[in-house]
């Protein structure tokens, strides 16, 4: 079995006695796409440091090939680099920036070369950039550069943190093209955050999901956020959504407070198929999205449901057979059970 580019073992991450992350176990495979779907604060940029070793583990271990390594060091520099939302550039010339990395190196043959090649393989003409300082880049340019600087040095690993999160959309496109490429030239492994998930799911070999500073796996979790659970004379806790409809769950067993179900625990049929109403959770939504789980083959639908968002993964021919388009309304339901807690 080819060994894993990364694996982590009961890894935690806390800044200031708060567990940011935890990650019981995760390996990553060589040149393999992994996409990091979550919201705000789920610990997505603090998994990507840690990948990039510019962060320390609270506990736990990340094994680099095989090995320990030693964060911050120069061997883990020249292979492993993360790419952010706000990328840093050096106060020099395009040219200076992206050859910086290859200088350091002492990889000075044919440099022009490389660093033309590497601002073609994002989009930027090298006659008319070249020369540009640092501060007459759009953000979208710098970003590329900042790309570009990475790339040149034919990284093991890139790490993406929400790279197209705020630029023209020209740019987003190129960056997305160019470490597809890098992937597909040289057996990058990379792992992206990113909240297009269209994206995410076009090209991931796996997209993990994280909440809550946990790591999901592939399959979508659904958090049940909002409002208050109630404990019923039943034993069942119940959570009134903000439409009214109701979803009932077996109690915590201890101090767990916030609640999930797992896509693979949702079943969606046509709204008006004979559901069994009056069973609890049958809930009324609206489709607001399909995306094509390019891995898998499989169709991701996202349906909104009084104020939650649930995705669940199904078969072509489901989509085909419940004549499922964005917009259709449709019945989500899954046993109180099927309701964890964390
Ligand atoms: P994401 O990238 O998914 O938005 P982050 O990894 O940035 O999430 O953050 C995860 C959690 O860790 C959040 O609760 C955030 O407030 C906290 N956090 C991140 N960085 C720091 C820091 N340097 N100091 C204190 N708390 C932090």
Redesign the pocket.
């Known amino acids: 079995m080819t060994e894993p580019v990364y694996r982590i073992r009961n890894l935690i ?1 806390r ?2 006695g ?1 567990t ?2 935890g990650v019981d176990g995760l390996d990553l495979a060589p040149a393999t796409i992994t996409g ?1 779907i ?12 840690l990948l990039a070793f510019v962060d320390r583990p609270s506990e736990g271990e990340i094994l680099y090939q095989g090995q320990p390594a030693r964060p911050f060091s120069p061997e883990i520099r020249f292979q492993v680099t993360l790419l952010t939302q706000e990328p840093y550039l050096l106060k020099r010339s395009v040219f200076d920036n992206i050859a910086y990395g290859l200088k350091l190196r002492k990889e000075t043959d044919r440099i022009r070369q490389r660093v033309f090649a590497a601002m073609e393989g994002v989009g930027l003409l090298p006659e008319s950039f070249c020369h540009r300082h640092w501060y007459e880049l759009s953000g979208g340019e710098a970003q590329r550069v900042a790309l570009a600087a990475r790339l040149v040095l034919r990284p093991r690993v890139l790490l993406l ?2 790279p197209t999160a705020s630029i023209d959309a020209e740019s987003a496109q190129r960056i997305k093209e160019a470490a597809l490429e890098a992937r597909d030239r040289w057996g990058t492994t990379l792992v992206i ?1 990113s909240h297009d998930w269209q994206w995410l799911y076009e090209v991931c070999d796996s997209v993990l999901h ?1 909440d809550g ?1 946990r790591v999901f796996g592939d399959g979508a979790v659904n958090m049940i956020r909002g409002g208050d659970w109630i404990q019923k004379s039943t034993g069942l806790m119940a959570l009134c959504l903000a439409d009214g409809q109701r979803i009932e769950a077996a109690a915590p067993a201890g101090g767990e407070i916030a609640a999930f179900v797992p896509a693979d625990a949702l079943q969606l049929k046509a709204e008006g198929a004979a559901s069994p109403h009056g069973l609890p959770n049958v809930l009324t939504g609206t489709v607001s999205r399909m995306l094509l789980e390019r891995s898998t083959g499989r169709i991701v639908v996202t349906v909104l449901v009084g104020g939650l968002v649930f995705n669940l993964k199904t078969g072509q021919d489901d989509v085909r057979t419940l004549q499922l388009f964005p917009g259709q309304p449709v019945t989500v339901s899954f046993a109180p059970g099927a309701v964890q807690w964390m």
Do not use: H, I, M, V
């Open positions: 991450r800044y200031n708060q940011a992350l990091l979550g919201p705000n604060g789920s610990g997505k940029s603090t998994l990507l440091g943190d929400e955050a994280l500073g």
